[in-house]
């Protein structure tokens, strides 16, 4: 009952996307629930925050430049993410530069403080106002050719297979530390 509406429910542990539903009146609390709960291991529920998905990938301890996702139905779900032409994705995004330098220093302090290591993608929401809202920190994401990391290495001069090399030499760096 204490929950607010709209917002998003999901899986705590899941991917993809999978079992993440925008909830936007109280009849669709319950069965979102019931769906995430079938998706992971617990759900978890959070404020909905209307804006633009910008999202920056942090390697090695530096951000890559960061990528904004437009979905053509609103919401970046399993089908946007894999059916080509379901999203549109930009990377660097177009945001001005001080929002872009902003928006790394914080991925990269998080990433930081939370201890990761190698390739993890930050989740932000940018509101209306200018505000980066931060969501969540995918600490495996997504590595074919055109997921949202390689799109990113990408815009950085980086080929795909510098990213996978840098990605397995940092792993070996880690294990001699």
Not at 49 to 55: A, K
Not at 66 to 77: K, L, Q
Not at 102 to 131: Q, S, T
């Amino acid at each position: 009952a204490g929950l607010p509406v709209p917002c998003v429910v999901k899986p705590v542990d899941s991917g993809s996307s999978l079992g993440v539903e925008i909830v936007r009146d109280r009849a669709g609390l319950i069965p979102a629930i019931e769906n995430a709960a079938r998706s992971g291991s617990g759900v978890l529920a959070e404020d909905f925050i209307s804006g633009r998905e910008i999202q920056i990938s942090v390697l090695s301890g530096r951000a890559l430049p960061s990528i904004e996702i437009r979905p053509g139905d609103g919401f970046y779900g399993y089908r946007e993410k894999y059916q080509p032409g379901a999203a549109v994705e930009l990377s660097p995004a177009p945001i001005p530069p001080e929002a872009e330098r902003e928006l790394a220093a914080f991925a990269v302090a998080a990433y930081k403080a939370l201890g990761l290591k190698n390739l993890a993608r930050a989740d932000f929401i940018l509101d209306g106002e200018g505000h980066f809202w931060f969501l969540e920190f995918n600490t495996l994401p997504g590595l074919t050719p055109t997921s949202l990391a390689p799109q990113e290495a990408a815009a950085a001069g980086m080929t795909y297979e510098e990213l996978c090399a840098e990605i397995v030499n940092s792993a070996f760096e880690e294990d001699e530390k």
